[in-house]
């Protein structure tokens, strides 16, 4: 089946329990939707903002996606995510460049941190066969602490202990006009980032002989090994770029969405990521679009709360309901085969009817 | 007419294929029942719908003159249908009378386990058909034949009247397949009934009373087995006269193609499994290796492919060295390989038709330019293919390659690697789980290799192919080389012994 369609399943199935869920709690479900809706969506400053709370969560949910398709399950992304975010905003706090030299080197050294961060486990994988599971799990505590660490240690902030210093305007990807397209959204050059890292990946996976390589490697890795394909090689290849586009969504976080990097937290986009993944498929397109379906129910529930007695974290019920029914989508497949086998049961046994009176 | 079950007028539709157009086929009490057919001509969907876990479009089922409706698995089970699987379904920590009560646990004081009588009424079992199975030992420990036996045992322990057998001989050896028919015969003469679905005539003639031919989804009839010829049933099968004899004239081997010189390997536990191994392959003729499985005959193919390390020793394909080299760069040197186990390492399953037909050559122009992929190329290429090796699948090169059929697949496999006009092809059991007409299919194709002048190493457990197709057979045992023969100048019983260890002289006098 179509598997698009059982994502949207998984979303209206997803929707409908957080109707009954507001009904329940004595909320009006219409009334909490319409304000979860125009919070996101109500004016161009809270689009932008949509798009901005979206734009890590694509990048994430890509760098799984990616994984996934050539058959590694990376839940690291959130300390790939973090360290990469991390190595951006350590060079735009140290480097005094022009703009237009400074931002692709954040960029470039963002992606190859959370690269370097995935490359770890992805070589383990290769040589010595540690589960990346294992491993990736693992490295995000290894970001969590060193970036705990080293940001009070070089990059302090001036007044408060748990943040770097503020990047200089030059070291974010903050645009002007961008902004005020968005009428003062914090919408940033990072969803240009994604938009392009989205291409860019379908482009890999469908188009070239790399994709073609890393997919065989995911799907069957003793036949790619008997065609002649590098297996080690590609695992290690593989999380390379995942990481890296785990890394981009760092640097989308912590040097456009905000501007400065905090210690003590793993951002919780890495994990979003999964799920993300999993609603979009698995594929670039479709990760896109669950991301902002995803930005949209995280910028729109304050607004929510806000206007109703409703509390946000019905939005995260409805997110984690909708992440059941997708990981359950086998279930959908199965009910909607049933009905359709009955429609042609019924349907034939109509046609026999009409021949037996004729 | 006493038939203990009946299937008439059965059809069974999936997306895009008729799977069962109206099949007709009834079983007597007390006898055995061969259901034929090629593969992927409709046998596992029938049995699968007799078993319950499908549901006919049309048709109706009737159990001891009964009409029945079998929602699933269960409700066949009650009705005493049991099925002994291909794949054997058993728990390998667990003894044998553990896996047989598995779902219906005989208790004691509401929650005990009760092993001792269960176990007691395996034994019973075991010895009234003969069975001689040790109700205590743990699966892991015993033979394939034996497991066997305990999915036997399982359904009969359910009271299983039908019992339905589903290739029961792929996994045997020839002494364990003679044990199987043995027990078969017991079976029914103590009143069961046994549909045995297969596609080797030979076993037919073996044990079966009737037959009934299935092609193509349609019942072609229902035959006496004793009386109808191997040849008959075949045409049935297939549609067309089928020759069992490869069709071949005189080989004129020409230069030597593969040389390989005291080859030492070692196996995945680090034991020798190669020791000083020395054999030359030339252009123009089959060589074929026979012996028995495990003797040494996959780290061969291995080495020579360089999916494993050589220890000493040399390969050599027309004079260029490959130790050292890798796999890619040998596939490039003129090395094509039909391997072993065709979904393991043949196929990417998941991918389509098309993209497996470039597995090898998809970074070679004209399939890639620059890392790009050229579709245009790529789908030409595989239409070449499926047309000239008769490669049938539900939407051509775009089908994925996990719903075609066995035969299907590996005439693809057969397809990519001949089509890549190597000098030498490694066929390791080329028609393994195949039906008689795809197996003399791909016997003429690979004659044709050599009469192209290419050198085939031929290695297949089958005794009947290699002495059938090889020009010169190489017999290994317990990874040395026992001798080569002419295939003209040999026989079953010359090669056997070999097998068994015993050198060529040896064997002359025995």
């Known amino acids: 089946m179509n598997n698009s369609i059982k994502s949207l399943l998984a979303v209206l199935f997803g929707l409908i329990a957080g109707a009954i869920l507001m009904l329940v709690t004595g909320h009006n479900p219409i009334e909490g939707y319409m304000y979860l809706i125009q919070g996101g969506l109500k004016n161009p400053e809270r689009i932008g903002n949509t798009l901005a709370t979206a734009t890590p969560l694509v990048l994430t949910g890509l760098s799984v996606a990616f994984a996934f398709r050539t058959g590694l399950f990376n839940i690291g992304a959130a300390g790939q995510m973090l360290f990469g975010g991390f190595c951006a905003t350590a060079i735009g706090l140290s480097l005094d460049l022009p703009r237009g030299i400074l931002l692709p080197l954040m960029i470039l050294i963002g992606f190859v941190g959370g690269a370097l961060w995935a490359v770890i486990p992805g070589f383990l994988k290769a040589k010595y066969n540690v589960h990346e599971v294992v491993s990736t799990i693992m490295m995000n505590w290894v970001a969590y602490w060193t970036v705990y660490y080293v940001v009070p240690a070089y990059f302090k902030g001036a007044s408060l202990e748990t943040e770097s210093r503020q990047l200089p305007p030059d070291a974010m990807l903050h645009q002007q006009w961008l902004s005020d397209l968005f009428q003062g959204s914090y919408v940033n050059l990072g969803f240009f980032i994604a938009i392009i890292a989205v291409l860019i990946v379908a482009f890999i996976i469908n188009k070239t002989t790399l994709g073609y390589e ?17 297996v080690q090689r590609s695992i290690v290849l593989s999380m390379f770029i995942s990481g890296g586009i785990a890394g981009l969504a760092g640097v989308a976080q912590y ?56 509390p946000p974290e019905i939005a995260d019920s409805i997110i984690a309901i909708i992440i059941y029914f997708a990981a359950t989508s086998i279930l959908i497949e199965r009910l909607i085969h049933k009905l359709k086998v009955r429609r042609i049961a019924n349907k034939k046994q109509g046609e026999q009817d009409h021949v037996d009176n004729a | 007419m006493d038939y203990v079950v009946e299937m008439v007028g059965i059809r069974k539709e999936f997306p895009g294929i008729v799977a069962n157009d109206d099949i007709t086929i009834r079983l007597k009490k007390g006898e055995i029942h061969a259901l034929l057919g090629e593969n992927g001509a409709g046998k596992s969907t029938l049995m699968s719908i007799l078993f319950g876990m499908y549901q006919p479009d049309r048709g109706m089922i009737k159990v001891n003159g009964r009409e029945v409706r079998i929602s699933n698995p269960n409700v066949a089970n009650r009705l005493g249908i049991g099925m002994v699987h291909q794949h054997f379904k058993l728990v390998e920590p667990f003894t044998v009378t553990e896996n047989i009560i598995l779902g219906s646990e005989t208790r004691k004081y509401f929650f ?41 045992l399982k359904m009969l322990y359910r009271d299983a009247e039908v019992l339905i057998f589903d290739e029961p001989t792929a996994v045997l050896t020839p002494q364990e397949i003679n044990d199987l028919q043995e027990i078969m015969r017991k079976l029914v003469s103590e009143g069961k009934s046994i549909i045995l679905i297969t596609h080797k005539l030979k076993e037919i003639k073996a044990v079966a009373d009737r037959c009934t031919v299935i092609r193509r989804g349609k019942t072609i009839g229902t035959v006496d087995v004793a009386e109808t010829s191997r040849e008959e049933m075949a045409e049935m099968m297939v549609g067309r006269s089928v020759s069992f004899t490869v069709d071949k004239t005189e080989g004129h081997p020409g230069d030597v193609v593969l040389e390989i010189e005291s080859l030492n390997v070692k196996n995945s536990k680090k034991v020798n499994a190669l020791k000083s191994f020395s054999l030359n392959v030339n252009a123009g003729e089959i060589l074929g290796i026979a012996g028995v499985d495990g003797n040494g005959q996959t780290e061969l193919v291995e080495a020579i492919t360089g999916l494993r390390p050589i220890e000493s020793g040399t390969v050599v394909l027309k004079g260029k060295k490959l130790n050292g080299l890798s796999i890619r760069q040998r596939n490039n040197s003129g090395i094509a390989h039909i391997p072993e186990d065709r979904q393991k390492r043949g196929l990417v399953l998941d991918y389509t038709l098309e993209e ?32 000239s090796f008769d490669v049938r699948s539900g939407t051509g090169g775009s089908s994925i390659v996990r719903s075609m059929s066995g035969g299907n697949q590996q005439k693809a496999i057969i397809g990519r690697e001949v089509e890549r006009d190597p000098d030498l092809l490694i066929a390791v059991q080329p028609t393994r789980g195949l039906d008689v007409g795809s197996i003399e299919y791909i016997h003429k194709r690979l004659v044709e290799q050599r009469d192209k002048g290419k050198a085939v190493l031929l290695i297949s457990l089958e005794l009947d192919e290699v002495l059938n197709l090889s020009d010169r057979i190489a017999v290994i045992n317990n990874g040395e080389l026992v001798g080569i023969v002419k295939s003209s100048e040999t026989n079953e019983r010359e090669l056997g012994l070999m097998m068994a260890g015993y050198r060529k002289e040896e064997a002359a006098h025995e």
Do not use: C, W
């Open chain 1, 214 to 230: 890393l997919k065989a490697v995911g799907f069957n890795r003793h036949a790619a090994e008997y065609a002649g394909i590098a």
């Open chain 1, 255 to 310: 040097t456009g969405n905000a501007s400065s990097i905090q210690i003590g937290i793993l951002p919780t986009q890495g994990f979003d990521g999964i799920a993300v993944s999993l609603l979009g498929a698995n594929t670039p397109l479709g990760v896109f679009a669950s991301a902002l379906f995803f930005g949209l129910l995280y910028s729109g529930r304050g607004f929510m709360n806000a206007m109703t007695e409703i």
């Open chain 2, 112 to 152: 005990g386990l009760d092993i001792r009588t269960a176990a007691k009424r395996v034994e019973q079992l075991s010895q009234r058909y003969g069975l001689n199975v040790d109700p205590y030992a743990k699966i892991e420990n015993i033979s394939v034949g034996m497991q066997q036996r305990v999915e036997i």
């Open chain 2, 356 to 387: 497996n037909l470039i597995l090898e050559v998809y970074n070679q122009p004209p399939y890639s330019k620059r890392g790009l992929l050229r579709s245009e190329a790529i789908s030409q290429h595989a239409d070449h293919i499926i047309q």
